[in-house]
């Protein structure tokens, strides 16, 4: 498949109706930000009626912050299920941060504003586990005393009549 790099008018960009992304607001400010500060250093992905495929957060930051050209990148969508590759594609977060080296970059960048940037700590998860997971069963979540930490990194736990997920390392009543 082929794209093509060029410059075309934001005001002339769609929204992807279908686009499953959301974003707080917080992070939309900090997203504006990285733009003033940074630019436009990655192209919008759309499709070649201008449908943003890949970048529908930027391309609302653009117009809020009154920018009237985008970089974008046109591929060839000719169906639903190759935009879907598309969007998915571009989003995917196939690594993560080790939390271990970003401990030593903070050390070594005294001076960074590290709360204008947001990281993953965890590895990221396939969608057909997150779509089709099947819920965990009481009988396979192991118990663990009182004394036990309670941060288990990997593995679901249950204390008392708490249940702490692994991903966001919150408890959940049971």
């Known amino acids: 498949m082929e794209t093509k790099n ?27 930000n990285q733009i003033l500060s940074l630019g436009q250093y990655k192209p919008l992905l759309i ?11 930027r ?16 591929v060839d969508a000719k169906d639903e299920e190759t935009i879907l590759k598309y969007a998915f594609s571009d989003n995917d977060r196939a690594g ?3 939390d271990d080296l970003l401990a030593n970059l903070s050390s070594a960048f005294p001076d960074f504003e590290w709360s204008d940037y947001a990281v993953d700590l965890t590895p990221p998860e396939t969608l057909d586990k997150v779509l089709f997971k099947e819920e965990v069963q009481e009988d396979e979540v192991p118990e663990v005393s009182e004394e036990e930490p309670k941060s288990k990194l990997g593995e679901v736990y249950q204390l008392g009549r708490w249940v702490y997920c692994p991903k966001c390392g919150k408890r959940h009543n049971i």
């Open 59 to 74: 391309l609302r930051a653009y117009r809020e912050l009154g920018i009237k050209t985008a970089w974008v990148s046109v």
């Open 96 to 98: 993560y941060y080790d």
């Open 6 to 32: 060029e410059y075309r008018e934001v005001e002339s960009l769609k929204f992807w109706d279908k686009n499953p992304r959301k974003i707080k607001k917080e992070d939309f400010e900090r997203l504006k």
């Open 47 to 57: 499709t070649e009626d201008g449908v943003v495929i890949g970048g529908n957060m």
